[in-house]
C-alpha cells in the first residue's frame, strides 16, 4: 500500500495532486425506508472491509510523515446504496466480501453476519410490504493530497 | 433490479469541491465499473482508468458514452503493471477511487 503510494508520487506531476477516497473503518448502518418512515435492521461490520480502511489510513499517514504528500484539503461526506430486496443487497455484499478475501487471501469471517443480516432484513422487507427499499449507509472520507 | 449508489450526489458534490478538473489529465486507480469516473469524466482532458477486474472494465467501457470515446481509456490491469510501463510525472490528477486496500 506504502509502495504504491510511492509510485504514485513518481506519477503525478510536481504540481498535480491525489486524490484519495474511501469509508471509514466503522460500521454501516442498514435501514429500510418506505416513504417517511425508516425502520434500522442493523450495523454491518465487515471485518476485513475495516481492517483494509484502516490499513489504507495507516498507509496515509506514513506517507505524510515521510513527506511524500501533504494533505490539502479533507472532507467527509455519506454514501447510500439503495436495494430493492434483501436478496439484491446479500448478492452485491457477497460480491464484494469474496472479493476483499481474495485481494486479503484471507478468509473473511464476516459473510456469517452479512447472512443474519440479510435474513433479517427480508423479514422486514416482507413486513413492510410495496414500496420499501433497504439502504445501506457508509461515512466517506475524501482527501486532497500535494506531492512534496 | 436496480442498485442506486448516492442518488443524492453526494459524492459527485465532494469531488467537485475538492478539485477542479477542467483541462486536467487524470489518472483513476480502481475505477471498477466507471461509477465514479462518469461524475467527473466530462470536465477532464483526458482520462486513464485502470482496474485489476476484466469483468467491470468492460462493463465501464460498454458504459462509456459516445462523446467521452476520444477522451476516456479504460485499461484491465494491476496498478503495479500499470506503474512499472509507465513515464514519470505524466497526471494532474491521481484518484484512488475507494481502492487504497
Redesign the interface.
Known amino acids: 500500500m506504502v509502495h504504491a503510494l510511492e509510485e504514485i508520487h513518481r506519477l503525478v506531476k510536481p504540481a498535480g495532486i491525489l486524490i484519495d477516497i474511501h469509508p471509514v473503518a466503522e460500521p454501516s448502518p442498514v435501514k429500510i425506508h418506505q416513504g417517511e418512515k425508516i425502520e434500522p435492521v442493523g450495523d454491518l461490520s465487515v471485518r476485513q472491509w475495516c481492517s483494509d480502511y484502516q490499513h489504507a489510513d495507516e498507509a496515509l499517514t506514513e506517507i505524510k510523515q515521510r513527506g511524500l504528500f501533504m494533505v490539502e484539503r479533507e472532507a467527509m461526506f455519506n454514501s447510500l446504496t439503495y436495494y430493492d430486496s434483501a436478496a439484491e443487497m446479500r448478492t452485491d455484499w457477497k460480491e464484494a466480501i469474496d472479493k476483499f478475501a481474495r485481494d486479503a487471501q484471507s478468509i473473511d469471517e464476516s459473510a456469517p453476519q452479512a447472512d443474519a443480516m440479510a435474513a433479517r432484513a427480508e423479514e422486514l422487507m416482507q413486513a413492510a410490504g410495496n414500496g420499501a427499499e433497504l439502504v445501506v449507509g457508509e461515512r466517506v472520507h475524501i482527501s486532497r493530497l500535494k506531492p512534496i | ?8 450526489n ?2 459527485t ?3 467537485s ?3 477542479n478538473f477542467s483541462g486536467q489529465h487524470v ?1 483513476e ?1 480502481g475505477c471498477g465499473d466507471g461509477r ?1 469516473t462518469w461524475l467527473y469524466a466530462d470536465k477532464a482532458a483526458h482520462v486513464t482508468a485502470i482496474d485489476p477486474s476484466a469483468k467491470l472494465i468492460v462493463l465501464a467501457s460498454q458504459e462509456l458514452p459516445s462523446h467521452l470515446q476520444d477522451r476516456v481509456e479504460f485499461h484491465n490491469a494491476t ?2 503493471d500499470f ?1 512499472t510501463a ?1 513515464k ?14
Open positions: 433490479m436496480t442498485i442506486r449508489t448516492d442518488p443524492e453526494n459524492e458534490r465532494a469531488l469541491d475538492i478539485a489518472l486507480i465514479v496498478f503495479e506503474a509507465s514519470s510525472s505524466v497526471f494532474d490528477i491521481v484518484i484512488l477511487s475507494w481502492s487504497l486496500c
